[in-house]
């Protein structure tokens, strides 16, 4: 499905514009996601926030580059929820098990 018809699904408030979203861009926004997290939960969360955000904006937006608007949401997204694992005393990466 073109980005012209996602957009016009979106502006209708049709459930089938979340799926044409996953199904164009989900695979590449989930390795983006997957690559800044490091953790497939993590990742995953993330790409369904940027499905409602992207549900959310749309109507009064109307991204020209689909794409673009796509990508940089769940980038967006991913790295704010990086920040917020990293956090104080959240962040386990460093400990270790006694």
Known sequence: MDDQKIIKLLWQRAESA????AKKFG??????SLNILGRRQDAEESVNDTYLSIWNTVPPKKPDPLAGYVYTTGRNISLDRLKY????KRDCRYDLSI
């Open 85 to 88: 694992i990293a956090a104080g």
């Open 27 to 32: 695979s590449r926004l989930m390795s983006i």
């Open 18 to 21: 979340i799926e044409a979203l």
